[in-house]
């Protein structure tokens, strides 16, 4: 079994910064990939940032503004999160593909942060 342990929400004034962590424990023989989603009130999930071998991958929302990065030796991943919008509130989720074994692999979620941009 894996688990995903987000930390890092909270609230922030409009244009301030927060940095999200998620760490990835249990069964794991490769993580293929980790990311950010993002659920606001009455609206769809939807991605924020990914990252896997190559390029990240941003939500045309956040590009330029949020980063994310992984820490590989602590099966980590980070979001640092600049100039948020109030649009930026919403609960964020980590997400990881992650293979237990050479034929096992599966996506896993984390419980969720909440990140409100309020003054």
């Known amino acids: 079994q894996v688990q995903l342990v987000e930390s890092g929400g909270g609230l922030v004034q409009p244009g301030g910064s927060l940095r999200l962590s998620c760490a990835a424990s249990?069964?794991?023989?490769?993580?293929?990939?980790m990311g950010w989603y993002r659920q606001a009130p009455g609206k769809q999930r939807e991605l924020v940032a990914t990252?896997?071998?190559?390029?990240?991958n941003y939500g045309d929302s956040v590009k330029g503004r949020f980063t994310i990065s992984r820490d590989n030796g602590k099966n980590t991943v980070y979001l640092q999160m600049n100039s948020l919008k109030p649009e930026d509130t919403a609960v964020y989720y980590c997400?990881?593909?992650?293979?237990?074994?050479?034929?096992?692999?599966?996506?896993?979620w984390g419980q969720g942060t909440q990140v409100t941009v309020s003054s």
């Open positions: 997400n990881a593909d992650i293979s237990s074994s050479t034929a096992l692999r599966r996506s896993y």
């Open positions: 990252t896997t071998s190559s390029s990240p």
């Open positions: 249990g069964s794991i023989f490769r993580i293929n990939a």
